[in-house]
Nanobody
Framework: QVQLVESGGGLVQAGGSLRLSCTDS????????MGWFRQAPGKQRELVAG???????NYADSVKGRFTISRDNAKSTLYLQMNSLTPEDTAVYSC??????????????????WGQGTQVTVSS
C-alpha cells in the first residue's frame, strides 16, 4: 500500500524559500510519475509541477523559473524547491503519485495516490 507523507511546509516571508518533501512508503516509487499540486482558499486545485519516472518535468507557468521538482529514487522521496515565494503561492501543497506523464500535457493525476497536504503560507 502506498502512503505519501509530505513535509517542509510553513510560514515564510515574501522572497524566501522552502523545500517540500514527499516520501513514498510503497515499493513502486522509482517507476511512478509524480506531481505537486496546490489549492488556495476558494480556488481549484492546480498542478504546480510534474516529473516522469525518467526525470522529465513540467511546470505551471506561474512557477517556472522559481520552483524545481526533483526526485531521489534511492530515498523514495519527491522534492519541490520553491524560491522567490510570493503571497500568491500561499496554499496547501499536496503530492500525487502514480498518475500519467504525457509529453503533450505533462503530469495528470489520474488514479494513483494523494498525500495529506502541507500548508505553505507566504507573508508580504
Amino acid at each position: 500500500q502506498v502512503q505519501l507523507v509530505e513535509s517542509g511546509g510553513g510560514l515564510v516571508q515574501a522572497g524566501g524559500s522552502l523545500r517540500l518533501s514527499c516520501t513514498d512508503s510503497g515499493s513502486t516509487f522509482s517507476i511512478s510519475a509524480m506531481g505537486w499540486f496546490r489549492q488556495a482558499p476558494g480556488k481549484q486545485r492546480e498542478l504546480v509541477a510534474g516529473i516522469s519516472s525518467g526525470g522529465r518535468t513540467n511546470y505551471a507557468d506561474s512557477v517556472k523559473g522559481r520552483f524545481t521538482i526533483s526526485r531521489d529514487n534511492a530515498k523514495s522521496t519527491l522534492y519541490l524547491q520553491m524560491n522567490s515565494l510570493t503571497p500568491e503561492d500561499t496554499a496547501v501543497y499536496s503530492c500525487h503519485a502514480g498518475g500519467r506523464y504525457l509529453s503533450t500535457t505533462g503530469y495528470l493525476a489520474v488514479g494513483g495516490y494523494w498525500g495529506q497536504g502541507t500548508q505553505v503560507t507566504v507573508s508580504s
